[in-house]
């Protein structure tokens, strides 16, 4: 059973910074492709960042492109998602996601089979 617990989220300024943290549980995820999705209220859950665990091999939406770093921890099963620059507009529930098939790196959510619970991330102008 793969779990996925997110945390990190809260309540920052525009022009702040947030770091989220993703644990997961269940699996060697060595071989895995993780990433994040963000959902405002009305919207699309929508593509953020993902990393391929074992390659190393990152995407990203323009919309946070240099803004926005995925990385992973290996000895922890942990990954993370540092935010700086913030912006009104990332205002959303963020969710991370495992694919088990590490070859690619996914940018939309039919190719993730897992995922966490979410976690509210709001930033005020």
């Known amino acids: 059973q793969v779990q996925l617990v997110e945390s990190g989220g809260g309540l920052a300024q525009a022009g702040g910074s947030l770091r989220l943290s993703c644990a997961a549980s269940?699996?060697?995820?060595?071989?895995?492709?993780v990433g994040w999705f963000r959902q405002a209220p009305g919207k699309e859950r929508e593509f953020v960042a993902a990393?391929?665990?074992?390659?190393?091999?990152?995407g990203y939406a323009d919309s946070v492109k240099g803004r926005f770093t995925i990385s992973t921890d290996n000895a922890n099963n942990t990954m993370y998602l540092q935010m700086n620059s913030l912006k009104p507009e990332d205002t959303a529930v963020y969710y991370c996601?495992?694919?088990?098939?590490?070859?690619?790196?996914?940018?939309?959510?039919?190719?993730?089979?897992?995922w966490g619970q979410g976690t509210q991330v709001t930033v005020s102008s």
């Open positions: 269940g699996r060697t995820f060595s071989r895995y492709t």
């Open positions: 996601a495992a694919d088990q098939f590490g070859w690619r790196v996914g940018t939309t959510k039919y190719s993730y089979a897992y």
């Open positions: 990393i391929s665990w074992s390659r190393g091999s990152t």
